[in-house]
Nanobody, 126 residues
Framework: VQLQASGGGLAQAGGSLRLSCVAS????????MGWFRQAPGKEREFVAA????????AYADSVKGRFTIFRDNAKNTVYLQMVSLKPEDTAVYYC????????????????????WGQGTQVTVSS
């Protein structure tokens, strides 16, 4: 089982990027897929999550209204569309997955995810 994240890069403030995370195997209908990020010297933090049905999403307050998480089950892929980027969005972004049910109130917890991608760097210049 592997998660492969891509789509990071350099963007100007106010710009946009779309991250992709492709899941291997036949387990894509995992209960929760999420995106986290980690800036230098900081702890990994929750960005967004979506449940297997695609119904039910959650976002960190810092990205609400700017980022959208969605999934394409046919392509075994979950996306993070990021618009109105800010320099403080600069970080390594990781996708993560959990195959089993999780209380919606816990989707922001790093420790509740079982599988992680390798990370993709997002840099936003001012």
């Amino acid at each position: 089982v592997q998660l492969q994240a891509s789509g990071g890069g350099l963007a100007q403030a106010g710009g946009s990027l779309r991250l992709s995370c492709v899941a291997s195997g036949d387990t894509f209908n995992w209960y929760v897929m999420g995106w986290f990020r980690q800036a230098p010297g900081k702890e990994r933090e929750f960005v967004a999550a979506t449940r297997s049905s695609g119904i039910g999403t959650a976002y960190a307050d810092s990205v609400k209204g700017r980022f959208t998480i969605f999934r394409d089950n046919a392509k075994n892929t979950v996306y993070l569309q990021m618009v109105s980027l800010k320099p403080e969005d600069t970080a390594v972004y990781y996708c993560a997955a959990r195959p089993t049910p999780l209380n919606p109130s816990l989707v922001g917890g790093v420790r509740f995810y079982d599988y992680w991608g390798q990370g993709t760097q997002v840099t936003v210049s001012s």
